[in-house]
């Protein structure tokens, strides 16, 4: 009467009958390889192993938890057994410029990443990571957190790179339109509409000096318009007055939705005008005293 043994783990199955008066010791065996099973690690020396593939031996493969340690001096590989299940973690703790592979006689393999321990699978065919969901996710998050917060995209001077900064850009960063786009308007109608589009209520979209806000009653020399933090929409100019009223001043830009107030100013000067309407692309003005430029602003969004 012989014996057989477990597929995996190799645990001794006494055939009926068998061991009379000394059943005890297969019985501990088993046990003993239980416990092993349940809770113990195998530590692995790499320190002068040779280049190659290397069969692990049962008593290896049986714990749950292998260590590799020591200088590694060529690329190695440890193989389970063909048709042998496994899992369970393996920590590569060695050093050196080398790789260590586990794999499955006649099956798959899975690098085992250096200074890291992996959970590991094998179905005595296959190896691969024990959760592909977490690692895959890892990954992503990696590759995301690759584009730094702090990032600051220059010399922006069309839509499609507004767009593509956006794309990229997180809340933090900051798009800054070139030099090129800098003067009064210069921006195309649809580079502005992609730049307000695009950007997000945290995201800064910085135009240049010469687009800066000015207050009413200040001396404007150029129209400007710029998105703000809480998604509104200033825009500012200097209209060129006829001498007819009323008379309809065109927003350089119209607002993407509605324009919400117009201001109209003029330093020095009693209040001879007044606004008679507005809409998301101008706004009407009466006047009873002709002047020949007026500053105004408005709000939108």
């Known amino acids: 009467m012989t014996s057989t043994f477990t597929t995996n783990k190799s645990l001794e199955q006494p055939a009926n009958g068998?061991?009379?008066?000394?059943?005890?010791?297969?019985?501990?065996?088993?046990?003993?390889?239980?416990?092993?099973?349940?809770?113990?690690h195998t530590t692995i020396s790499v320190t002068g192993v040779a280049s190659g593939a290397y069969a692990l031996s049962l008593a290896q493969y049986q714990p749950p938890n292998i260590v590799f340690t020591g200088t590694i001096s060529g690329n190695l590989v440890y193989v389970l057994p063909t048709g042998v299940g496994w899992l369970g973690t393996i920590y590569n703790n060695t050093s050196g410029a080398f790789t260590i592979v586990f794999a499955v006689s006649g099956g798959g393999s899975i690098l085992v990443p250096q200074g890291e321990r992996s959970m590991i699978v094998s179905d005595g065919a296959n190896v691969q990571t024990a959760d592909t969901a977490f690692a895959s996710a890892a990954a992503a998050a990696a590759q995301a957190a690759a584009i730094s917060a702090s990032e600051t995209y220059t010399n922006v001077s069309s839509a499609n790179a507004i767009t593509t900064a956006e794309n990229f850009a997180t809340t933090a960063d900051t798009v800054v339109l070139s030099s090129a786009n800098a003067t009064a308007l210069s921006l195309a109608n649809t580079a502005e509409s992609n730049a307000e589009s695009f950007a997000t209520a945290a995201d800064t979209v910085?135009?240049?000096?010469?687009?800066?806000?000015?207050?009413p009653g200040s001396s404007l020399t150029t129209n400007g318009s710029r998105k703000n933090p809480d998604g509104s929409i200033t825009k500012w100019g200097l209209a060129t007055m006829p001498s007819a009223s009323p008379t309809t001043v065109m927003f350089p830009i119209a607002f993407p939705t509605a324009c919400?107030?117009?201001?109209?100013?003029?330093?020095?000067?009693?209040?001879?005008?007044?606004?008679?309407s507005w809409s998301a692309t101008g706004f009407v003005l009466n006047f009873s005293v002709g002047f020949s430029q007026l500053p105004w602003h408005a709000e939108g969004h």
């Open 206 to 215: 910085v135009l240049a000096s010469a687009q800066a806000f000015a207050a």
């Open 18 to 40: 068998s061991d009379v008066g000394f059943w005890d010791q297969p019985v501990n065996a088993d046990f003993g390889a239980i416990d092993a099973c349940l809770g113990g």
């Open 260 to 276: 919400l107030n117009v201001v109209v100013s003029l330093y020095g000067q009693p209040q001879n005008y007044d606004i008679g």
